[in-house]
């Protein structure tokens, strides 16, 4: 994408933007009121052909009408009212519209067995997903003809109250979309259009953020928490807390979620070491697994080498240090290696660490035959798989797992915070920026570097030994290569360097999975194509780190565009 | 005869077959601005890289304060060398108040347990950083743009922040490699004028720097640097009269050249 090449879009578009904007909007909701399928499909409820309903369900079958109706008006809205970067805004939501539009009809072709379903077809007519379809190309069309121009930075302060209260209000509308997300189409067995469901779910929630990010709120957002981390911290775990209270409150999703929590506590750890020191780490999962094996010896059950039971506390803490150990102990012979060859390094600790689990090394790990039998966690007699009652309100099985991986995922993410602005911390991001010129400033490189990875190792531990409790079992089979660059693409997509970036990247990388079963043999496909579309088209990552913004995304700071995406060496290899 | 703060005795340095430096010695008195001069390629940067630890010499030791410095980089920025470098090389995506932070990382204290924890006097040594390195910036004259990344500086501004960068480690003696290398002639007078207020603090300073003008009215003493070898040492005056550091800069006049020739052709006909 060249400069030369958007002005000359830009020119010869630039007198149609309003009214493409205009009509694309209108568009947009007439396919919304627009009968979409020439005939029922399946067990009919498939959107009906007249069904007007659908606001009392929007996270359901005819959700995505609701969807199209909301996002055009907001194309309208953002056509006539004086908004910052309005090019880029309507661009968004003319995504936002075609990939709805897109998705829908796609699914309605494919199983309906012809392009009749969605045209006209034994004397019926549903146009409406081609409606969608050209409102989302003109609304696109039109935000190129306005202009793309770059986010701004919204010089807005706030007092702190006042700051409070966004933080409050945002957050609790992250935790409303959340819950959306994970209930959109219900469970992916249950549902059978469960699958696009979700991905029209999915681009409707993609145009919205990019608009909001387009208008320059999340950024402005996202130096608002940075600045009231302590709160933002405690707020976020407050809203994950309150989420077996809503409807994904079964155990289902608790358990769902609860894999995610551990994920993301580790992408975290992960976060430290590729992140902020830039160390290219591809056998990370290798120390969760070391955590995870650990707690499963003391943890009592059956086949544990150990015949001690140790409380989990104790426990954990021990995996921990391990972990930790071994994360020094493979950190000290790749200091003399940089970028690629790292990267080969810790590839094949990853390798020696799986090979040497399955066959069984020193009887602590039990080969294929796995640790089965690990008994759950209880606290006061309350076991943690189970599901409880406090007063009147019963809470799903596997809520004190959630609630406890919560805990864990706010912990990482204190330590990790908490690092990242301090001498340490900028010692790892001058280490990662240029090494010498850090050695020239008095940094031991080779101390930091080992700190780097000792710490996320413990981190990814900690992580390993809830992990070993959460699942009952441990097997080497979980801490494959595969898991490794899950983990490493979680924090590339989320945003490297990012905190809340690693938490949404996990998030994803672990639901769309779940959420695409419906797909079957294409779930994969569809999955690897949204990482290449969005490393594309975000390659700072979904929720960027400032400094990361900055080298990555396809602008200076300063707002000129730039044409070439700067690539550093480490990014290169990620 | 007071203990140079500098003392570079006999420094060599050979990479397999190529002599880059041969024999080098080179005194810093306290309180002083030492220029190094010489053609491209003389070896001027591979004698600082010996200086600031990034190179060992192959022979020859590098002295602070009449102690040996140790062969690392960031054990001798530690002991109180600080270096820029010829192209400039900050932290592109750091902030221009962060930078200069690192330049305090050696001097501060905080372990991995403190920035972990943040605990009163964390924050007290974090904000002690903070200010040192603000006042840094405004000495160098970047004020108020304590939040811009260091990448969006101008060239010249980027020129200043590595200097701040450099005095943040608290240093005795600050090398400057090439720091006026691209500037107007306007910025090089600033220039100037900074390494003289840097003096003034205290700090000793050596100077590599093609713009001869430049180093003449800057340094009380130059030396001259030609493939590999110390030609020339000694005031601006002397260095400047000397015949050797013209031929070095300019070549030989014509008419010795002609000598030159006709001397090797009569070799030949000689040998024929």
């Known amino acids: ?574 | 005869m007071s203990t140079p703060v500098l003392e570079a005795r006999d420094v060599s340095m050979v990479f397999g077959g190529l002599k880059a430096l041969k024999g080098v010695t080179l005194t810093l008195d306290e309180g002083k601005i030492v220029g190094l001069i010489g053609p491209n390629g003389a070896g001027k940067t591979t004698f600082f890289n010996c200086l600031t630890g990034l190179y060992t010499p192959t022979t020859g030791q590098v002295l602070l304060k009449g102690n040996v410095l140790p062969g690392d980089p960031a054990k001798v920025t530690d002991a109180g060398v600080a270096r820029t470098f010829q192209n400039i090389r900050l932290f592109p995506s750091m902030t221009v108040l962060e930078n200069v932070m690192v330049g305090r990382h050696v001097r501060m204290k905080q372990g991995p347990l403190a920035s972990l924890f943040h605990g009163p006097s964390y924050q007290k040594g974090e904000r002690a950083a903070r200010e040192r390195s603000r006042e840094l910036l405004s000495f160098v004259g970047l004020n108020n743009l304590d939040d811009e990344l260091s990448r969006n500086l101008p060239y010249g501004d980027q020129r200043r922040l590595e200097i701040a960068r450099a005095l943040a480690t608290d240093p005795a003696v600050l090398l400057l490699d090439e720091p006026t290398a691209g500037m107007n002639p306007q910025e090089t007078e600033a220039t100037q004028q900074l390494i003289f207020r840097i003096r003034e603090t205290g700090v000793s300073v050596v100077v590599i720097e093609h713009d001869i003008k430049f180093i003449f009215g800057l340094c009380d003493s130059v030396s001259v640097l030609v493939q590999g070898e110390l030609l020339v040492e000694g005031s601006p005056e002397v260095v400047r009269a000397d015949p050797r550091v013209v031929e070095a800069y300019l070549g030989k006049p014509p008419e010795e050249v002609q000598h030159d020739v006709e001397a090797a052709a009569a070799a030949e006909e000689e040998q024929a």
């Open chain 1, 1 to 574: 994408m060249s400069t030369v090449d958007s002005s000359a879009k830009r020119s010869a578009l630039a007198p149609l933007g309003k009214p493409f904007a205009i009509a694309g909007g209108v568009l947009a909701i007439v396919a919304a009121l627009l009968p979409w399928v020439t005939f029922s499909l399946n067990d009919g409820n498939w959107p009906d052909k007249s069904t007007l309903q659908f606001f009392d369900a929007p996270f359901l079958v005819t959700g995505f009408r609701w969807h199209l109706l909301v996002l055009g008006v907001l194309v309208l809205i953002a056509a006539f009212a004086p908004i910052p970067s309005r090019g880029r805004v309507v661009r968004a939501l003319g995504w936002g519209v075609a990939l709805v539009s897109f998705v829908n009809a796609a699914y309605i072709t494919v199983k309906g067995g012809g392009l009749g379903a969605i045209t006209a077809l034994d004397g019926a007519t549903a146009f409406g997903g081609v409606v969608g379809i050209v409102a989302g190309v003109l609304v696109i069309l039109a935000g190129y003809g306005i202009g793309v121009e770059p986010v701004q930075d919204w010089n807005v302060k706030v007092s702190t109250p006042v700051a409070y209260l966004v933080l409050l209000v945002s957050f609790g509308a992250v935790l409303y979309a959340v819950a959306a997300m994970l209930t959109t189409g219900g469970v992916g067995t249950a549902n059978p259009y469960a699958g696009a469901i979700f991905l029209s779910f999915l681009g409707f929630a993609a145009g919205l953020l990019a608009a909001l990010s387009g208008v320059g709120f999340v950024r402005w957002l996202s130096a608002l928490s940075e600045q009231h981390r302590v709160f933002s911290v405690i707020v976020l775990a407050a809203c994950a807390l309150l989420l077996p209270f809503t409807e994904a409150g079964n155990e289902y999703w608790m358990t769902v979620a609860a894999n995610i929590g551990i994920y993301a506590a580790t992408a975290i750890g992960l976060n430290i070491v590729v992140g902020l020191a830039g160390l290219l780490d591809l056998g990370y999962v290798a120390f969760m697994g070391i955590g995870a094996l650990v707690a499963a010896n003391f943890s009592g059950a059956a086949t544990a080498h150990f015949g001690i039971t140790l409380p989990f506390p104790v426990a954990a803490v021990i995996a921990a240090i391990v972990a930790g150990i071994f994360g020094a102990v493979v950190g000290s012979p790749t200091l003399r290696v940089r970028g690629d060859y790292l990267a080969i390094v810790t590839l094949a600790f990853g390798e020696i660490f799986t090979r040497s689990a399955q066959n069984n090394i020193g009887g602590i790990t039990n080969g294929s035959n796995a640790i089965p039998g690990i008994p759950a966690l209880s606290l006061f007699g309350a076991e943690f798989n189970r599901s409880i009652s406090i007063g009147a309100v019963k809470l799903p099985a596997g809520v004190l797992y959630y609630i406890l991986i919560v805990l864990l995922v706010a912990a990482t993410m204190a330590v990790f915070a908490n690092l990242k602005f301090s001498r340490i911390g900028r010692a790892w991001i001058a280490i990662r920026e240029d090494e010498d010129a850090a050695r020239a400033m008095g940094i031991r490189t080779g101390k930091m570097k080992i700190l780097a990875f000792l710490i996320g190792a413990m981190l990814a531990g900690l992580a390993g030994a809830v992990f070993a409790h959460k699942n009952g079992t441990v097997s080497y089979e979980s801490f494959k290569f595969l898991e490794s660059v899950t983990l490493l693409a979680a924090v590339i997509l989320g945003g490297m360097g990012s905190i809340p970036g690693a938490v949404l990247g996990a998030a994803l990388l672990f639901v769309l999975p779940e959420k695409l079963r419906d797909f079957e043999e294409y779930r994969l496909m569809i999955f690897g194509l949204a990482l290449i579309l969005i490393m594309r088209f975000r390659p700072q990552g979904l929720i960027p780190d400032r400094h990361r913004r900055a080298e990555l995304a396809n602008e200076d700071v300063g707002g000129a565009p730039v044409d070439e995406v700067h690539v550093g060496p480490k990014e290169a290899k990620a």
